[in-house]
């Protein structure tokens, strides 16, 4: 129904920067807040970024040094992740709530992931 096409994951050194890159494709008749997320193995889901109607919302792992956009027509997401550390290798996971048509309910939908993984 919903597919998502992630893109910018990849083998850096600490300190180098990467952007992640998301959209959301097929049913999306209205698309509400999008998301980044990751998991390190061995480690529970968390949330990375977020962005609203509202602005933006960012983990304090990631926060002033790191950006969120948002591009509302497109149903994009990309997040710019600077002076990238050992411990922010994760698989970094898209989100998004959608409705898939007019009179859906909204639902969670989940991208497969883009590896990040920073060397020391």
């Known amino acids: 129904q919903v597919e998502f096409v992630e893109s910018g994951g990849g083998l850096v050194q600490a300190g180098a920067n990467v952007t992640l890159s998301c959209v959301a494709n097929?049913?999306?008749?209205?698309?509400?807040?999008m998301a980044w997320y990751r998991q390190a193995p061995d480690k529970q889901r968390e949330l990375v970024a977020r962005v609203t109607r509202g602005g933006a919302e960012y983990a304090d792992a990631v926060k002033g040094r790191s950006t969120v956009v948002r591009d509302f027509t497109k149903h994009e997401i990309n997040l710019r992740m600077n002076n990238l550390k050992p411990e922010d290798t994760a698989t970094y996971i898209c989100y998004a709530y959608v409705w898939t048509s007019e009179f859906s309910t909204p639902a969670d939908f989940w991208g497969q992931g883009t590896q990040v993984t920073v060397s020391s």
């Open positions: 097929g049913k999306t008749w209205s698309v509400g807040p």
